[in-house]
């Protein structure tokens, strides 16, 4: 079955300090992953593509097939960061999205 | 920056009632989705729409649901008879080709009473 997982609902940090958002899938063929980001009463914006392998507002993300999975790098947080995460892979047939739950970064000052 | 434009922002309507959800794609972009959130759940696919007809629904989209193109930048959600599940957040995504990236619009609550 395809499915994503992101096993954190809430993550809070304090300014400075390194954030991973964890997200892993289950996909039969070769998957193309992405993270989009809800900033507070905005719409979804995508973040990152896993094919790009460019680092954006200093968020990386590197897809390790061997641990299906694809979590979301920064080295240091800023509050600026705080918003909800989604973890989205895209099923290469008819092109839908398959959401995980969410994460919803906390960046303290 | 083109953007995807959904109306109204918020719905709020009697069970049983229809509603007609609005969404502007982006002006040369070819697909076309509908997806919805249930409060604290998970955005899920609900439809998807392609070269004037559905490419793929979910199981969701059930005989209550149908989508439209009804010109050439309008594209519309119809839940014909509603029900207090249908209470969420509906968002309309587009883009250019199938395996580039989707742009979403604000979303529209939907608020069943």
């Known amino acids: 079955a395809q499915r994503v997982t992101q096993p954190e609902k809430l993550l809070s940090v304090f300014k400075g300090a390194p954030v991973e958002l964890k997200c892993n899938y289950s996909y039969s063929g070769s998957p193309e992953l992405f993270w989009y980001v809800q900033y507070s009463r905005q719409r979804l914006q995508l973040l990152l593509r896993?094919?790009s392998r460019e680092s954006i507002k200093g968020f990386t993300a590197d897809l390790n097939k061997g641990e299906t999975s694809f979590h979301l790098k920064k080295p240091f947080a800023q509050e600026e960061d705080s918003a909800m995460y989604y973890c989205a892979l895209l099923q290469n047939q008819g092109g839908k999205l398959i959401f995980g739950q969410g994460t919803e970064l906390s960046v303290k000052p | 920056e083109p953007e995807v434009t959904q109306t109204p922002s918020h719905q709020v309507t009697q069970m049983g009632q229809e509603v007609i959800l609005r969404c502007v794609p982006i002006?040369?972009?070819?697909?076309f989705y509908w997806y919805r959130q249930i409060l604290g759940q998970k955005v899920e696919f609900l439809v998807s729409?392609?070269?004037?007809?559905?490419?793929?629904k979910s199981e969701i989209f059930d005989d209550q649901f149908s989508v439209e193109r009804p010109d050439g930048s309008n594209f519309t959600l119809k839940i014909r008879s509603t029900k207090l599940e249908d209470s969420a957040m509906y968002f309309c995504?587009?883009?250019?080709?199938?395996?580039?990236?989707?742009?979403f619009g604000d979303g529209t609550r939907l608020s069943i009473l």
């Open positions: 995504a587009s883009c250019r080709e199938s395996n580039q990236p989707q742009h």
């Open positions: 729409f392609y070269n004037n007809e559905i490419s793929e």
């Open positions: 896993h094919i």
């Open positions: 002006s040369n972009h070819l697909y």
